[in-house]
C-alpha cells in the first residue's frame, strides 16, 4: 500500500520568485481571488440576483528578515509613487518533485512597506501584504 502521507503538498517543497529574484527567506505566502458580484433586482420579482463584476486579488508574503530586499525593491515607490512594476511566481510541488504547480500573479502593488521593527530577543519578520491584477496557473499537478 502506497504512503499517503508522502502525496500532501508542504510549503517545504516551495519556492517564491518576485520578478527574476528567488526570495528564499519567505515563512508564508498566501494569496487568493475573490470574485465580485453586483445584486440585481427586477420589479415584480422578489429574488435577487447575482451579476458578475470582476475579481479582487489579494495576499501577503511574510519574511525573515535577513536583508533590505523589500526595501530596495518598493520604498522608492513608496516615497514618488512611481510604483515597480512586479510579477509573483509561486512554485509548490510534490516531495518527488515531479509534479509542479505554478501560478503567475501579475501586476502586484505591495500595498504597506515595514519601515521598522525591533522586538528584543526577537528575530525580525516582515509582513508585506499586496494585490494584483490578475493570475495564471502556468502548470498544474
Not at 520578478?19 to 515563512?27: F, G, H, K, L, S
Not at 501560478?103 to 500595498?111: P, Q
Amino acid at each position: 500500500m502506497a504512503d499517503k502521507g508522502k502525496e500532501i503538498i508542504s510549503g517545504n517543497e516551495g519556492n517564491v520568485w518576485v520578478n527574476t529574484e528567488q526570495w528564499a527567506n519567505i515563512t508564508n505566502i498566501e494569496a487568493k481571488a475573490t470574485a465580485e458580484y453586483e445584486d440585481v433586482n427586477f420589479v415584480g420579482d422578489n429574488n435577487t440576483y447575482k451579476r458578475y463584476t470582476g475579481t479582487n486579488i489579494e495576499g501577503s508574503i511574510t519574511l525573515k528578515k535577513i536583508d533590505s530586499r523589500a526595501q530596495k525593491l518598493l520604498a522608492e515607490g513608496f516615497r514618488t509613487g512611481n510604483m515597480p512594476n512586479i510579477k509573483i511566481v509561486v512554485t509548490t510541488a510534490k516531495v518527488n518533485g515531479e509534479n509542479v504547480e505554478r501560478l503567475a500573479l501579475y501586476d502586484v502593488t505591495f500595498t504597506e512597506l515595514q519601515l521598522a521593527k525591533l522586538e528584543s530577543k526577537a528575530m525580525i519578520e516582515e509582513e508585506l501584504p499586496f494585490s494584483a491584477s490578475s493570475f495564471e496557473y502556468l502548470e498544474l499537478i
